[in-house]
């Protein structure tokens, strides 16, 4: 008897003594457990549009941007996260980016966007979450700032925080974000490829009725044209009816906009796609442009956006965030008289920003596909959302000559 007491106690000790996973070990832990295997776009032989993609295909391609994730997995129904996007490793308040934001349908809560389009300027990492978490993210990033070295004495900051409701799936009014899981993304931010599909602020969200996400491309110009790099990075949470590369695999597969509607069916186990939801559109440039010209840029990733078919519905908020690393155009803090003395800035001329457009286009795209592509199936809150077929859509694609033939 007492051999069994000792063992309890010894057991008991132990249990005590063990620390306790936090909120994002469990996450990752989770994530790591299920990896996903399903292709990217470029995988299956889809090639879109006629520019060259940089090395990762992903908007690290950017020399200095960092992207980080915090995927929160808990239970039946917490299905959510944060993704985090650093122009650069440095101190943004200190060394501000040019940026611009770009809104193509305003049904959303973007927090600092009239301050980057009125003074040209991103001075935080960017951020993307859910809905509800947006004042508690922006928080978090407050937080960052403000103890970085360097900032003792700021007063004001500007926190850039972008959302798509994942509401469907997650349980979207428990704000399950908490300021480490912000700081967690901000601070595991990294160069290299960039995790997609169900991670990070895709964790959670539905696009054209399929399981959405967290999606990357990038372009290369030719050195003619300057050798630039241009990355986008998209968080998928909207619909309509789905083309791929032209191809209407959402008519194919039956699952688009209106169709129950179109034909008098009501019942489908299928989670309807009203085209609500929401899409955030991050680009990034070495080229030096400044803000009027990254506020043109980011609406041309509305034209890719259209490619894919998306209807930019009532409910659906369309925004777009573009950036420019280029060290010309960097803004720096300075202090006393310097902060009104004239700056040289070396910028391209209007002339020059026409590829750029082209690339922009393109990425955001291809982007969106890589989101749908990697993204997996997922079930949480009594509701199922299935990942986009790929033996369907590869059938669809092959009928259309978009990719090879089966031998």
Known sequence: MRTFLLLLFAIALSVAMTPPTSQTESSNLQSAATPTTRPRARDIGLKIGILPTGSLNALTDVPGVL???????????IRTGVTAILPHNGNLFREKVPGAVFVGNGFGKLAGSTQVNEL?????????????SVPRVADAVLDYMLALPGNEDVQSVNPLVAET?????????GRHITRDDVLNAIKTAKAGPIEEGCVGAGTGTVAFGFKGGIGTSSRKLPAALGGYSVGVLVQTNFGGVLTINGAPVGQALKRYFLREELERTVGSNAPKDRADGSIIIVVGTDAPVDARNLRRIAARTMLGLGRTGAS??????????????????????VNGAERTMPRTVKSLPNDAISPIFQAVIEATEEAIYNSLFKATSMSARGHNVDALPLDQTLEVLRRHGLIASRP
């Open 67 to 77: 992207v980080g994730h915090t995927t929160i997995i808990r239970g039946d129904d």
């Open 120 to 132: 040209g300027e991103i001075e935080t990492p960017i951020l993307l979450t859910s809905t509800l």
């Open 165 to 173: 409701n994942d509401g469907y799936l997650n349980d979207i009014r």
């Open 312 to 333: 930019a519905s009532n409910g659906s908020g369309d925004y777009a965030i573009a950036f420019s690393t280029s060290p010309d155009v960097r803004i720096r803090t």
